[in-house]
């Protein structure tokens, strides 16, 4: 495989964060941050803005890489831009909301204006673009999937509240419908674990699929405090978006099932919660009755609650993907304790990369286990450090994205897509 082509990226997206906090926005960014000039890929990032200041504010921070060879704020008017009316009724809400036929021409002006290698959809939401992206130019168009958006709904619907429940029921059954139909339309899905790769190759058995994880999506040096130990005055450690049901419904069974376990056995003991955006109302009542907890909301670096906390906490029920919490634990030696669902599509083993925890007292006692022993988080703390090397570190990760696009632009093959336009 010759790696000395130069290969032109288009990525098209209806986010941008900058600088990158989620999982979402750290991915779709990785390559371009990480990718050396040396690797002869180079990108165009043409995504959605809602104001002057997010549009100053995204183009600023992506014009400080190298690899960036344009960036493209398209400011739209708010985040969801229709209402529901033309809607057929068993359309998806979420692709409703973002289609824009003014993206779509910019979109189309630049693949007419300018030659792309490959043509990079961040969202299976914006799937709709393909069929006339096709009329326009000959690349190759690519899905980086980070998760089946399906899935998490699925996995959403036992838990959700009796107010929300038909929205996660519909919004489940219309992404099942709009992915099974709009995956065969790409000539390569891009895989964050190996699990989503399997159930993506079914759903699409046409498409080739390529396993490339997103590591813990950070600079590996800097959040690695190195081999000499380092004081952990605090206790437990979460991080996650707290306007992501998710996570509001994993902070609330831990408060309300398993730190009561804990703080019996070890009274005093302290949680402290990192994360963008405005608590649920439930989980802030939680927060303020318990003096125990502290909600530290976003904080521009994390790092030093990384390295001066003893455990970080993942008791999520709900999900796709891959949490890149869990190994941005692991490259800052700090242990985790987790639910087998929030370390889904990572590698790792049980009792020695982590412990499980998949009831109030398993992980109440795994929690408590580490601890009260400082020999046990260091153990599980360098087991998990050299599991990340061996398999997320930033240059596998970058030796995984740049197989993959090389890979794409190689592969001949073709397959009855069953393109469908759609008219708005």
């Excluded at 939680?286 to 976003?298: C, H």
């Excluded at 993959?404 to 393109?419: M, V």
């Amino acid at each position: 495989m010759d790696h000395r082509k130069e290969i032109s990226v288009l990525v098209l997206s209806y986010y941008m964060i900058c600088p990158p906090i989620s999982g979402g926005a750290k991915r779709m960014l990785y390559p371009a941050m990480h990718l050396s000039p040396d690797d002869h890929i180079h990108f165009h990032y043409l995504y959605f803005t809602y104001s002057e200041n997010e549009s100053k504010r995204n183009y600023n921070y992506l014009d400080q890489f190298p690899l960036v060879t344009e960036n493209t704020p398209f400011i739209v008017p708010k985040s969801f831009q229709f209402n529901e009316t033309g809607k057929p009724k068993y359309f998806n809400q979420q692709v409703w909301w973002y289609l824009n036929r003014n993206y779509l021409d910019r979109v189309l002006e630049e693949v007419k204006k300018n030659t792309y290698d490959i043509i990079q959809i961040e969202h299976s939401n914006f799937a709709w673009l393909i069929p006339h992206i096709r009329l326009a130019c000959s690349a190759k168009i690519v899905l980086d999937c980070q998760n089946l958006e399906w899935l998490v709904y699925e996995r959403w619907l036992p838990y959700a509240e009796e107010k929300d429940r038909e929205w996660v029921e519909k919004s489940y059954s219309t992404l099942k419908q709009w992915e099974e139909k709009v995956l065969p339309w790409f000539d390569a899905l891009y895989c964050i674990s190996p699990i989503e790769k399997q159930a993506i190759e079914k759903t699409a058995p046409g498409v080739r699929g390529y396993y490339v994880p997103s590591g813990a999506s950070v600079d590996d040096e800097r959040y690695d405090p190195g081999p000499q130990k380092r004081e952990r005055p605090r206790d437990l450690l979460f991080i996650g978006s707290m306007n992501w049901f998710p996570n509001a419904h994993a902070l609330i069974w831990f408060l309300d099932k398993v730190f009561p376990l804990i703080q019996k056995e070890l009274p005093g003991t302290r949680l402290d919660i990192i994360g963008s955006g405005e608590p649920q109302p439930e989980m802030l009542r939680r927060i303020q009755k318990n003096r125990y907890v502290t909600f530290l909301g976003e904080i521009e670096d994390e790092v030093p609650s990384l390295h001066q906390s003893k455990v970080l906490i993942s008791p999520i029920w709900i999900g796709a993907g891959v949490r890149l919490k869990n190994p941005t634990a692991w490259i800052a030696r700090l242990p985790v304790v987790a639910t087998s669902l929030s370390v889904e599509g990572l590698e790792y083993t049980d009792g020695e990369d982590l412990l499980i925890g998949d009831t109030p007292e398993r992980f109440a006692e795994q929690t408590i286990r580490l601890l009260r022993d400082a020999g046990l988080r260091e153990q599980i703390a360098e087991r998990a450090y050299q599991s990340y090397q061996e398999r997320y570190s930033e240059k596998q990760v970058c030796d995984r994205w740049k197989n993959a696009y090389y890979a794409t632009i190689e592969n001949n093959s073709e397959q009855d897509r069953g393109l469908e336009s759609l008219d708005f």
